[in-house]
């Protein structure tokens, strides 16, 4: 339960409190949360030169690597440029833009990815103490392409113990929750986050549940067969028809069909979630 009149869980705010069975100790979890946004440090290796390293995309479906890496460089919140105060290690390569840059659609080597991170971690490693004291442990990469997973097979250390902070976090592709975090996938078509979230009060919305997308998978093809153009109240589509945005119809949808396709990283959970438009899951 949170105070309306209280903007954070640290503003020191008495009245703030923490209730639900998924805390084993409401009031240590929200002590070591406080804790943790006044101490916890990240220090970001400054080695290796854009745009392979320090920036990525910021628009459309991967856009989260450029966001983030962004943000991490441009706000010292929880940066320190002192790498022995850092609670964490920052691998601030990305694995769009090496893709984007090197990978030959014809020739599809991909180990391009094993020789560009792979050679950036010995370095890392023959440099500093860090690496070698934990074997990566505090250490982590950041990465929403289908291939972040792979960008890791190649350097043992970086797939078994380091941190892979992934928006395709399938357990199918080895996504570890044990060390991994997931991270969510959104598609930013300005690269703008400002006004992303939000939608039509729930009496003024008119549609009851609303799907625009392809048949990949093996449940969308007979999701689309049995209801696209079926029910009035249920707007689904293959290819969103001329004139409607697919932005607008969530936020004055009350529900938002996810069903999945081949993979689990898809933006349109976190946008239905953004658009108040409550998501149905079918998997």
């Not at 392979?52 to 690597?65: A, N, Q, R, V, W």
């Not at 029910?231 to 409607?244: A, C, Q, T, W």
Request: glycine fraction near 6%; aromatic fraction near 14%; hydrophobic fraction near 35%.
């Amino acid at each position: 339960m949170i105070n309306q009149n209280s903007s954070s869980p640290v503003d020191g705010d008495s009245n703030y409190v923490l209730e639900g069975d998924v805390y084993r100790n409401a009031y240590a979890f929200r002590r070591s949360y406080q804790l943790m946004e006044r101490m916890f440090r990240i220090y970001i290796y400054e080695e290796g030169e854009p745009p392979l390293f320090h920036t990525g995309p910021c628009k459309d479906i991967y856009s989260m690597e450029g966001i983030f890496i962004n943000l991490m460089e441009t706000n010292d919140r929880f940066r320190t440029r002192d790498p022995d105060r850092a609670h964490v290690y920052y691998l601030p390569f990305s694995v769009v833009t090496i893709l984007d840059t090197l990978f030959d659609p014809i020739i599809r080597d991909k180990a391009v990815l094993g020789r560009i991170i792979g050679g950036y971690l010995r370095l890392i490693s023959s440099k500093y103490p860090y690496w070698n004291r934990s074997l990566g442990a505090d250490h982590f990469m950041l990465s929403c392409h289908d291939w972040g997973p792979r960008a890791t097979w190649y350097v043992q250390q970086l797939y078994f113990t380091s941190i892979r902070v992934l928006c395709n976090a399938n357990t199918s592709e080895h996504y570890n929750p044990e060390k991994d975090a997931s991270f969510p996938e959104i598609n930013l078509k300005t690269g703008e986050i400002e006004g992303f979230t939000g939608g039509l009060p729930a009496a003024n919305r008119t549609v009851l549940a609303f799907f625009a997308g392809s048949a990949h998978g093996k449940i969308r093809p007979a999701f689309l067969k049995h209801w696209m153009e079926k029910d009035e109240d249920l707007r689904v589509y293959n290819n969103l028809p001329e004139g409607i945005s697919y932005t607008d119809m969530m936020k004055k949808s009350r529900c938002c069909i996810c069903p999945s396709g081949w993979e689990v990283t898809s933006p349109r959970i976190v946008e239905a979630i953004y658009a108040e438009c409550v998501p149905v899951l079918i998997s």
